[in-house]
T-cell receptor, first 114, second 113 residues
Framework: AQKVTQAQTEISVVEKEDVTLDCVYE???????LFWYKQPPSGELVFLIR??????QNEISGRYSWNFQKSTSSFNFTITASQVVDSAVYFC???????????FGTGTQLKVEL | GAGVSQSPRYKVAKRGQDVALRCDPI?????LFWYQQALGQGPEFLTY????????KSGLPSDRFFAERPEGSVSTLKIQRTQQEDSAVYLC???????????FGPGTRLTVT
């Protein structure tokens, strides 16, 4: 069985602060895929990134960066210089076991205030 | 290009009524997924289609839930004899295949009174 844990229920920061959202996953499979999605107040899930289990390289996209560490089964997401528009619920998700369905964590509500 | 669309966006049903939720995937996407999202929770998988074939329906909570995609494009999720616990947002997603990234629609918020 697969499981994704996002221990941080809610995080509040002041604009321009850096913030890291934690994600810990569980799977017995050696081949799996990890994802991050953003869900703004409008409700539509927006795809941010996909990583496969064979590629541990960290990735940076603008103010976003991701740290994938198989040794700790973690796939953490950092927003640098946060902005009010970053306020949303962020979900980490996993596909494993040769299947296709996403297993989501419970999400982290990020509030960025002025 | 057009994204995934869902209709209706909001649906209020009285307990016991049947409802039908529609999903229009991105053109050319062979894979289509339905998820259920309860308030304050992450989406939970319901069912998966590859073209018109329903390959996985392990997440459907009861036999009151039924999904179809007869021509491999538009899909309908039907819930019979709705119950209050069916109140949730129903999300549809599509992808070019799997396990590539899934693109989500805006969801249908179902409220059963």
């Amino acid at each position: 069985a697969q499981k994704v844990t996002q221990a941080q229920t809610e995080i509040s920061v002041v604009e321009k602060e850096d913030v890291t959202l934690d994600c810990v996953y569980e799977t017995r499979d050696t081949t799996y895929y990890l994802f991050w999605y953003k869900q703004p107040p409008s409700g539509e899930l927006v795809f941010l990134i996909r990583r496969n289990s064979f590629d541990e390289q960290n990735e940076i996209s603008g103010r976003y960066s991701w740290n994938f560490q198989k040794s700790t089964s973690s796939f953490n997401f950092t927003i640098t210089a946060s902005q009010v528009v970053d306020s949303a619920v962020y979900f980490c998700a996993l596909v494993a076991g040769g299947g296709n369905k996403l297993t989501f964590g419970t999400g982290t509500q990020l509030k960025v205030e002025l | 290009g057009a994204g995934v669309s869902q209709s209706p966006r909001y649906k209020v049903a009285k307990r016991g009524q049947d409802v039908a939720l529609r999903c229009d995937p991105i053109s050319g996407h062979v894979s289509l997924f339905w998820y259920q999202q309860a308030l304050g929770q992450g989406p939970e998988f319901l069912t998966y289609f590859q073209n018109e074939a329903q390959l996985d329906k392990s997440g459907l909570p009861s036999d009151r839930f039924f999904a179809e995609r007869p021509e491999g494009s538009v899909s309908t999720l039907k819930i019979q004899r709705t119950q209050q616990e069916d109140s949730a947002v129903y999300l549809c997603a599509s992808s070019l295949g799997s396990p590539v990234e899934q693109y989500f629609g805006p969801g249908t918020r179902l409220t059963v009174t």
